[in-house]
């Protein structure tokens, strides 16, 4: 039975699937791998982590009910950030009659390794990325719909802020690292 995203809410995740989710994600950037063109997906957090940059815990993480990685794999945030998170997804719902669709929420220190190692300078130095710790999601990169300019990134960037998701100013328009996809979670920040 097909679920109903608006009624989905984080849950707290279990390990029951890490490794399958683990073995799918190594072996879609195997594949990437072979093909020249780089796959960046939601890393799955860990039974272990210490709760350091790249190193969250499980038990200190959300499962988002709605939306995918570009394998398929289920988003993760912190708690907070995903609570914060469903109700801003359900305001998005309200105006734009479809749930925001996401590409990437947390990263393992070692995913922004990689990430640092093929994008250099422009990327954040592994271990400080606000994705690592659970804090930050990026919607789609599909210009046409939350590129600047749009309809929904004008209101992202206006309502946000309500939920406590803000896009932080270095990645506006104007901004030092241009990323109309990205937004953090942050209460009481606006930019």
């Not at 669709?101 to 250099?120: H, P």
């Not at 209101?155 to 104007?174: G, H, I, K, M, Q």
Request: hydrophobic share 35%; proline share 7%; net charge negative.
């Amino acid at each position: 039975a097909a679920k109903n995203p608006s009624a989905a809410s984080p849950q707290p995740t279990t390990g029951s699937s890490a490794a399958d989710l683990t073995a799918a994600a190594a072996a879609a950037k195997a594949k990437a791998a072979a093909g020249g063109v780089p796959v960046w997906v939601t890393s799955v957090p860990t039974a272990d982590g210490d709760g350091s940059n790249g190193h969250m815990p499980m038990s200190s993480m959300c499962l988002i009910g709605w939306g995918t990685d570009q394998i398929g794999s289920p988003q993760y945030l912190r708690c907070d950030a995903a609570a914060a998170l469903s109700q801003l997804n359900d305001a998005f719902r309200a105006r734009f009659g479809e749930p925001l669709s996401m590409d990437l929420t947390y990263r393992s220190y070692d995913e922004q390794v990689r990430i640092a190692a093929y994008y250099g300078d422009v990327a954040a130095k592994p271990g400080t990325s606000s994705h690592g710790l659970g804090t930050a999601l990026d919607v789609q990169e599909w210009p046409g719909v939350y590129g600047f300019g749009t309809e929904r990134y004008a209101w992202l960037v206006n309502n946000a802020p309500t939920y406590d998701w803000f896009a932080p100013s270095r990645v506006r328009e104007t901004g030092a690292y241009p990323e109309y996809w990205h937004y953090e979670y942050g209460p009481g920040r606006t930019s």
